[in-house]
């Protein structure tokens, strides 16, 4: 079954690489869009959960190949996506999070966000390009609601996430009529980072911080790695085929005040 106008949100005879597919929201991504139809390569720099990501898929009976791939090293990001015979769409998901105001972000902090969340985007995207354009492809990045609004205590963080979505209004328009670029702006999601972090910070509150957390959205919870993927799902199908350039925040409510 192909794509059509009873159900655009197929994608069948689509190639997607998703960029941290080893866990979280990524594999969330990787799991929809193969249910889904398409075939997928996860890209990751942790070798032993991107691999099992693949397996799972493979156990599902889609087609998946995993690439390791370090967002931060042009020659790892370039080896990843050499190999790919036909694209369709991306989704640079990979990213990491860092509490701290500029008084308490070091300079090593700042750099390894910016390579990360900012440079593995752009490497993502530079490689990936070439195969978008033969194909008419879509890039679905991962941004946050830290570009949209200020955060307490998410300097570094909100500096790369406010880049990730202007470079999504830059592809765009660059690439007009040719390839699609939009961005996902979630508010907090519970993700096993979520956790990691409170074990590190919160020992013996983890319940009480995942609660002050959650409440943080005006819902009353964190939002799903699901609920993400489905809103990229809709932004790489045909269901958003005149949608370009833009931001979708998934908030929860935070943005309504």
């Known amino acids: 079954m192909t794509a059509t106008s009873d159900d655009p949100f197929r994608l069948d005879g689509k190639t997607a690489a998703i960029t941290g597919a080893g866990s979280g929201i990524g594999r969330a991504i990787a799991h929809l869009f193969a249910r889904r139809g398409a075939a997928v390569h996860v890209l990751d720099i942790d ?3 991107g691999a099992a990501v693949r397996d799972e898929l493979r156990g599902l009976g889609a087609t998946a190949e995993f690439a390791p791939c370090d967002v931060t090293a042009d020659a790892s990001v370039q080896a990843a996506f050499a190999g790919l015979s036909r694209l369709d769409i991306l989704v640079n998901n990979a990213g990491i999070g860092h509490v701290g105001n500029v008084e308490t972000t070091t300079e090593a902090d700042f750099d390894r966000l910016y390579a990360v969340n900012v440079k593995g985007v752009y490497l993502g995207t ?10 008419g492809g879509v890039i679905c990045n991962l941004a946050s609601i830290a570009s949209l609004i200020g955060i307490a205590d998410r300097f570094a963080y909100s500096m790369t996430k406010g880049a990730v979505l202007t470079m999504t209004k830059s592809v765009a328009i660059d690439y007009m009529g040719r390839v699609r670029c939009n961005c996902i ?3 907090r999601v519970h993700t096993p980072f979520v956790d990691a972090y409170l074990a590190k910070n919160y020992p013996g509150r983890e319940r009480e911080m995942f609660e002050q957390l959650s409440a943080y959205q005006p819902l009353g919870r964190m939002g799903t790695p699901d609920e993400v993927a489905a809103m990229a799902l809709f932004l790489c199908s045909e269901a958003s085929a005149f949608v370009t350039g833009q931001a979708f ?3 929860g409510g935070k943005l309504c005040g």
């Open 47 to 49: 070798a032993t959960a």
């Open 126 to 135: 530079r490689h990936a390009m070439p195969h978008l354009l033969q194909s």
């Open 185 to 187: 702006c979630p508010a």
């Open 249 to 251: 925040p998934l908030d």
